[in-house]
């Protein structure tokens, strides 16, 4: 979401269609950058090519919505209608089930740009982004009418849990350096650290502020939740790390105001929240069987953009 000046795809050598798609997947990770968005989208389709395929209409499909919608030509260019699309897209392609689960997941990233929009305009005089929210929202909302609609069906990857009779199981092996690599791709719903290398390369080619606070929100969430005894299995699943990533990025680098130094330490700051921030929703969602999804990303990033409009040096 911050222009940066390392695209060496420009606008007049692919179609527009095409580049303003490119960077609403590359937005998810809050990039503008038309070879970062190539770059994960190639990442997402190593994982699996209908993942990919899927990933790239739902970009395309959020694009149109505010490119026949009428939106501001420069948010349409920018990709800012399509990363929650893409998310939305990928999403519901894997937590539902069914002949035309990929029908119901375009049609949630026809769905969400709506919603995004939505949102951009009851946000706009806060000076607050609206993040992933639209994304959560429907994601969320599809999910659970599985339970009353029967075109609606749930993986089972997906399953409700009781709290009352929850243990919480600290075993399992510990893999720094698988761990290292699967958070980021968390973001993409990518449980494979191959695919996480290729994300990191995609952010780091955006410029190098964007790399380093991508691995230090990593890192950072990897040591705490370790430290406050998080379940191994999804410490090294990247399942804490990717909402730390996001958070850094967004406080430290691309949404930043007043001294770089205030803005690194805040940005490491909001990282650090999202792991009680994860366990917390995790815990509250799973009577639901839902995913967390980036909802931690979003409290953390609100809270700290909406505290620095009172506390500036923050």
């Known amino acids: 979401m911050e222009k940066n000046n390392r695209s060496i795809l420009s606008e007049g050598k692919l179609p527009s269609l095409l580049s303003a798609s490119l960077k609403g997947i590359s937005q998810v990770i809050l990039i503008e950058n038309v070879m970062t968005g190539l770059l994960i989208l190639l990442s997402i389709t190593i994982y699996s090519y209908s993942l990919g395929i ?16 009428g939106a501001d030509e420069n948010s349409v260019k920018q990709g800012l ?61 599809t999910l659970l009418t599985s339970y ?43 449980n494979n650290p191959y695919c996480g290398f290729l994300l990191f390369i995609a952010i780091f080619w955006a410029g190098w502020k964007f790399g380093i606070f991508a691995v230090l929100g990593n890192a950072v969430a990897l040591l705490i939740s370790y430290g406050l005894g998080g ?10 790390g990717y909402n730390a990533i996001l958070a850094s990025l967004a406080v430290a680098v691309v949404f930043h105001e007043g001294h770089k130094s205030f803005a690194s330490i805040s940005g490491i700051c909001a990282a650090c929240l999202t792991v009680p921030i994860t366990a917390a929703v995790t815990s509250w969602l799973l009577p639901y069987g839902l995913p967390s999804l980036t909802l931690p990303f979003v409290l953390s990033t609100w809270m700290f953009l909406g505290a620095k409009k009172v506390l500036p040096k923050l």
């Open 54 to 69: 899927i990933a790239l209409l739902s970009a395309i499909i959020g694009t149109m919505v505010g490119k026949w919608g």
């Open 81 to 141: 209608f399509g990363y929650n699309s893409v998310l939305t897209g990928i999403a519901l392609t894997l937590f539902l089930t069914g002949p035309y689960h990929w029908l119901i997941a375009l049609v949630g990233a026809f769905v969400t740009a709506i919603l995004t929009a939505t949102f951009m305009h009851a946000m706009k005089n806060t000076g607050i982004p609206v993040l992933t929210i639209p994304f959560i929202i429907v994601t969320w909302f």
């Open 148 to 190: 009353r609609l029967e075109a609606f069906q749930l993986s089972t990857a997906l399953v409700p849990q009781d709290l009352a009779h929850w243990k919480l199981n600290i075993s399992g092996n510990v893999n720094w350096l698988e761990g290292t690599f699967t958070g980021i791709g968390q973001v993409f719903f990518l």
């Open 231 to 240: 379940e191994h299995s999804l410490i090294f699943m990247g399942l804490y």
